[in-house]
Nanobody
Framework: QLQFVESGGGLVQPGGSLRLSCAASGFTLDYYTIGWFRQAPGKEREGVSCISRSGGSTNYADSVKGRFTISRDNAKNTVYLQMNSLKPEDTAVYYC????????????????????WGQGTQVTVSS
């Protein structure tokens, strides 16, 4: 069974940090481009970050540039999203997603391009 398990979410004060993990089971992440997306109540899903199969190409939403860092550890079959300097507007359910792209350097933050999705982990930034 091809599944993702997101973890690392929780409640944090503004300015704090969290590291989200996306662990894969039933498949090897090496073959997939991975994206992080988030959705706040009443708002559309938005792309946060993505990382190519090779790890050599990453993209970030303008709203998180300089604060979030995506990385992958293929040996652990896990992708991470380090979130620093968190703001209340970062509050959302965060999802990881995977898709196979022929180009190992390809990385996009368009949710419709991704096929496999995790269940999400809640991030709440509040004082």
């Amino acid at each position: 069974q091809l599944q993702f398990v997101e973890s690392g979410g929780g409640l944090v004060q503004p300015g704090g940090s969290l590291r989200l993990s996306c662990a894969a089971s039933g498949f090897t992440l090496d073959y997939y481009t991975i994206g992080w997306f988030r959705q706040a109540p009443g708002k559309e899903r938005e792309g946060v970050s993505c990382i190519s199969r090779s790890g050599g190409s990453t993209n970030y939403a303008d709203s998180v540039k300089g604060r979030f860092t995506i990385s992958r550890d293929n040996a652990k079959n896990t992708v991470y999203l380090q979130m620093n300097s968190l703001k209340p507007e970062d509050t959302a359910v965060y999802y990881c997603a995977a898709v196979v792209f022929p180009d190992q350097a390809m990385c996009v933050m368009t949710g419709a391009r991704y096929y496999y999705w995790g269940q999400g982990t809640q991030v709440t930034v509040s004082s």
